[in-house]
């Protein structure tokens, strides 16, 4: 019997941990920066192409172009992290289910 309430103590507190999905949002940033970091990385090609030497605007640009892209890089390792977290509190959700006859 005290093993049957633990088990159903730890499905409780990992049923709630399993409520929210972080690694969704990161994953989301990410493919968001990713089409920033191209559409920027797009446009600072076209100014070296039009031009001899780049305006001065173009600096500042490439850099927030290389930010983008560093947090995009980021964001979906922390998701990927995330995600892995989340699939082992997933299947411990389901060893726990079935141990206590929630699930057949």
Do not use: N
């Not at 992290?81 to 989340?86: Q, S």
């Amino acid at each position: 019997m005290q093993e049957r309430i633990a088990l159903e103590r730890e499905l409780s507190t990992l049923a709630a941990a399993a409520r929210t999905r972080r690694s969704v949002d990161l994953f989301l940033r990410a493919a968001v920066e990713g089409l920033g970091f191209a559409l920027l990385a797009a446009a600072c090609g076209k100014l070296l192409w039009d031009s001899l030497i780049p305006p001065l605007f173009f600096w500042p640009l490439a850099l927030v172009d290389v930010f983008l892209l560093w947090d995009a890089v980021r964001s979906y390792r922390d998701g990927r992290a995330h995600l892995r977290r989340e699939l082992r509190v997933e299947a411990r959700i389901r060893e726990l289910r079935k141990a206590t006859g929630i699930d057949p």
